[in-house]
DNA sequence: CGAGTTCTGTACGGAACTGTACCGATCTCG
DNA sequence: CGAGATCGGTACAGTTCCGTACAGAACTCG
């Protein structure tokens, strides 16, 4: 492969010019997570930060009463953390595999070095944590305004987006605190998905059956924030 | 006046090494916003960057049936828009004035420049728009999970520490867009905030009676918010 | 295969919040 | 001062969502 033709898989790296895209190859190192597997702690330092190909990780606020509230959702158009592209190691939220499948992983330090050298690459990063601040706060009216069932159609539908595939492994507990409503009403806005025809939602196993449908059953917020990443990722 | 004693009245600008606040003198005009007075626009080019001194502002996402949410609470410990500082001159969200007061202003020319030639100056701007992220965050957990009354004792204890008094100008109208609740809503909560003796509310003005009573009876997202833009602020 | 675990569907009372409406109080401005 | 506009308190029916609980279905693993 020649210098510069090399492909992580995952989208942000894959934007990067030609040359940004050959140091790809020695800075990165593929890591298969599970579900649920833990990549970043609020709090703590970070030693690495993740590029998702297949895998959807979840950023999530934790309250003090021990509700967790998802606040990012991050495949291969992003990456975790953003905190690592504002000149902190430090990351102020706990995130974590959601969809299993694999990260290109990058160390912190590596990471920072080429933040300060590389022009394109600092820019690139930039752009995309403007994504995920915009993210963060359609989130923040789509909790205030939008009913369940939307939000509901609007995480499978970036979910899909994200794993590349119409079948992916999602317990509606797992949704349920993803979206801080109780577990029940996932289960009544998942039926009611289904009896329209757009998935079908078999003990843990999603299937979307008409993307176009179930796309058109979430909110607003759904293109919002697809839109913004995609726009990140040109120029 | 000694180079590098200058001030600005804003907490972000006058948090600069000497060397750059000297450079503040010669960046900023002062200007006087009057309440709901528009400062950015949603997809519009930036003219400029608002440093509040006394002014809160607010930064809302405008949802397509015309409600808006507020999405970031701006007074002296940060400045709009945050996309100035992550290679766009293009604001994702409108803000505008919400408390009426002065801003220091500066050009998007002036602040890019001084974005690339100070590392102090990105540093900072950066470092803020991390805790700026954070608060996105937080307010899109608080408004899947806490109750209106909290929201709103929130609200107006961020609000207190933001203009520095007491009182300020707000009608139960405006505070219920921000909170995304009906007005009648903010009105039952004020009165409860009332009726325990923490403020008092008439006609679009809010006096706070008891700031320890307040801040108790708000949201964990006030000190968490507080906090993060605290933190951003030093070193 | 059988025991235990995980996951989902459903139900029910209650709390929170909505949409709407109306009136009185207060302020503005000619 | 008086007309009109703005703002806040209250009410009520209706909806959404919560907390909780329970049973059955599906899966895991010895």
């Not at 992003?78 to 974590?96: C, G, H, K, Q, Y």
Request: charged share 25%; with cysteine; proline share 2%.
């Amino acid at each position: 492969m020649k210098p510069g033709e090399y492909r992580s898989g995952n989208r942000l790296l894959d934007a990067l010019p030609r040359q940004d895209r050959a140091q790809n190859e020695a800075d990165l190192r593929f890591v298969a997570l599970a579900a649920h597997q833990s990549t970043h702690s609020a709090g703590r330092a970070m030693e690495h930060v993740d590029f998702p190909v297949d895998a959807v990780l979840s950023v999530v606020a934790t309250l003090m009463n021990g509700d967790t509230v998802e606040v990012g959702t991050v495949g291969n158009e992003s990456f975790v953390e953003a905190d690592a592209a504002l000149n902190s190691s430090i990351s102020m939220r706990t995130s974590f595999c959601q969809v299993r499948g694999t990260v290109a992983r990058m160390s912190i330090t590596r990471f920072e070095d080429r933040m300060e050298k590389s022009i394109p690459f600092a820019r690139l990063m930039r752009r995309n944590v403007r994504a995920g601040l915009f993210s963060a706060q359609q989130f923040a009216a789509c909790n205030a305004k939008h009913a369940i069932v939307k939000r509901c159609a609007r995480w499978l539908s970036m979910t899909q987006d994200r794993v590349g595939s119409s079948d992916f492994i999602l317990t509606q507990e797992f949704l349920a605190i993803m979206l801080g409503v109780r577990r029940s009403g996932v289960s009544e806005a998942a039926d009611a998905l289904q009896k329209i025809g757009a998935i079908t939602y078999r003990r843990g196993a999603v299937r979307v059956l008409d993307q176009a449908l179930l796309n058109a059953k979430a909110c607003e917020c759904y293109a919002a924030c697809k839109g913004a990443f995609a726009e990140s990722l040109q120029e």
